[in-house]
C-alpha cells in the first residue's frame, strides 16, 4: 500500500499552473525518476569552478521537490551520487559533495517539513562518511511523518551493485527457507531490492542530453517511459518536471502489448483470417 500524496495547486507559480492546466490529473504519474546531470558542464560553460555547478544543483532538488509536492505526487527519486562517481571522481570534489549533501539536509530540513516531504535513501549507504549518514538518519527521522511526496535520493548507488546485494540477500533467504531455487519468481528478486518498498517509475527523467541510463534502476525502469531534455541540471525547475509529466501523457503504455490502433489492426487481420479460412472450408466441400 504507497502513501497518496495531497495536491496544493495554488502554491504552484502562474506558470506552472498554465501547464500544469494542460495535464490530467487522473494520468499524474505515481512514481517519477531523474538523472541529475550536467551540474560540471553547467558549470564549465560560464567559466565558474564546478563546485558552483554542484550548489545550483542542490537548489534545483528543493524546488524541483516541491513542485513535485504541490501537484501530489507520490514518489520522487534523485540520482544524487553514483557508486562510480565515489570510485572514479576526484577525492577533493567526493568530499565536496558529502559537505554539500549534509549542508543541504541542514539548510533544507524546514522546508521539507512546510512541503509535507518525506525523505528517504537506498544505496550502499553504509560506505559512505560516518558524519554524513548521522545527518542523513537525523532528516529521516524528523521527515519520517510526513504523508505527502517522499523524495528518495540515490547515495554511493549502483543498479548492479544493488542487484548484487538483493541476489545475496535472497541466497541467505534460500539457505534458511531451504527453498528450491527453481521456485524463484521476479516477486522475490523485488522484495531484496533497495526499492521494494515503491513502485516502479513511470517516468524517467534525464537532464543535460545524454542518451544512456548510467546504471540507474535498470530492474525497476523496464518498462517506464523515458524522457531526455538538453537542459543541465542547474536550470531545471519545476515548470520542466511539469513539461516532461506532459510529455508523459501524450504518451501510450504498452508493457510488451500492443497499442490501441495496433490491437484493432491485429483483430482486423484475425477476423480477416477467420473468414478466408470459412471461404476455403466452404469451396473444399
Not at 177 to 193: A, F, Q, V, W, Y
Not at 252 to 260: D, K
Amino acid at each position: 500500500m504507497y502513501l497518496t500524496a495531497t495536491s496544493r495547486i495554488n502554491e504552484l507559480t502562474p506558470e506552472e499552473r498554465a501547464v500544469y492546466a494542460k495535464l490530467t490529473p487522473a494520468r499524474l504519474p505515481e512514481h517519477v525518476a531523474i538523472i541529475m546531470d550536467g551540474n560540471g558542464r553547467w558549470a564549465g560553460a560560464r567559466s565558474l569552478k564546478r563546485f558552483l555547478g554542484h550548489q545550483q544543483g542542490a537548489k534545483s532538488v528543493q524546488l524541483v521537490t516541491e513542485t513535485a509536492s504541490r501537484i501530489g505526487l507520490p514518489w520522487l527519486t534523485l540520482y544524487a551520487f553514483s557508486l562510480e562517481n565515489n570510485l572514479r571522481r576526484p577525492r577533493a570534489e567526493v568530499s565536496f559533495l558529502m559537505r554539500l549533501l549534509r549542508s543541504y539536509l541542514e539548510s533544507n530540513l524546514q522546508r521539507m517539513m512546510d512541503n509535507n516531504v518525506r525523505i528517504r535513501y537506498i544505496g550502499r549507504t553504509r560506505e559512505l562518511p560516518s558524519e554524513v549518514r548521522d545527518k542523513m538518519q537525523w532528516a529521516a527521522e524528523a521527515t519520517a511523518g510526513n504523508t505527502g511526496t517522499t523524495l528518495t535520493l540515490a547515495l554511493n548507488y549502483g543498479a548492479r551493485s544493488e542487484m548484487v546485494d538483493a541476489f545475496r540477500s535472497l541466497s541467505r533467504e534460500i539457505a534458511q527457507k531451504g527453498t528450491s531455487p527453481e521456485n524463484i519468481t521476479e516477486e522475490d528478486i523485488h522484495r531484496h531490492l533497495y526499492t521494494a518498498h515503491m513502485p516502479d517509475p513511470d517516468l524517467l527523467i534525464r537532464t543535460s542530453g545524454e542518451m544512456r541510463i548510467s546504471n540507474y534502476l535498470l530492474w525497476q525502469i523496464a518498462y517506464t517511459e523515458i524522457y531526455v531534455t538538453e537542459r543541465f541540471w542547474p536550470d531545471f525547475r519545476g515548470i520542466h518536471l511539469l513539461e516532461a509529466i506532459a510529455a508523459y501523457q501524450r504518451r501510450e503504455r504498452r508493457y510488451g502489448g500492443l497499442g490501441e490502433a495496433e490491437r484493432e489492426g491485429a483483430e482486423e487481420d484475425v477476423a480477416e483470417e477467420q473468414d478466408g479460412a470459412v471461404e476455403e472450408r466452404a469451396a473444399v466441400r
